[in-house]
């Protein structure tokens, strides 16, 4: 029932979550502090493992969190990307699952949250992979700036995204697809991966996939559970592109 009561709290910050992508308590800061206090500096499976340990024992954190970090994990080495994008930064923790599973990726992660941008900056430091995962801090959802920006500034072009994980707003997810695949940055074979497509619940995007499968997208629908807990059921998208 921990992982149920973790839940309940968190739910009741969700309204300011939803606004500012922090919970509002200071735990992202924390765990920060915590992972630059007990992971030595340079191991980046010492940084995960003080994120998980501070989700689990000190406060709850909206991470892809082990159980469906490992169907990250999977799909990452099966896409070996050159290339990662990531939708929806938080602390980093994602972005570092990729680093560790892809070692020579380049990752740019895409966050609207400019405290959560310099979080994840921080443990990205002391992990020390810096020099190859960028935070571009924005969303896809603002007018094209954001996509401008990855491609003029990150060097994004025609069929380069190799990977894309999806993990930000829920509302968004469908769009934001829809709007990278048509810049025309997927490539036949490119994988995306979507978290917490159950709970919190991207219906829409769900319902797209199985509208394209086998045409535009081939998806695995993968049955977990919600992050940090073994209760509440989740699900994780892995489509992989068709087309091009």
Known sequence: MNGLRRWARLALGMPSFVRT??????????????????????????????????????????????????????AVRRADPALAVELGTYCGYSALRIARAAPSARVLSVEFSAANAEVARRIWAHAGVADRVTCVVGTIGDGGRTLDALAGEHDVTAGSVDLLFIDHDKSAYLSDLLAIEERGWLHRGS????DNVRIPGAPGYRRH???QQGTRWDTVEHKTHVEYQSLLPDLVLESEYLVG
């Open 21 to 74: 992508g922090q919970i509002g308590d200071g735990r992202e800061n924390a765990c920060a502090d915590f992972v630059e206090a007990t992971a030595p500096r340079g191991d980046v499976d010492a940084a995960l493992a003080a994120i998980d340990t501070f989700a689990t024992r000190e406060a709850m954190l909206v991470n892809v969190g082990v159980e469906k970090g490992a169907l990250l994990d999977a």
């Open 191 to 194: 994988i995306v991966v979507a």
């Open 209 to 211: 996939m199985r509208e």
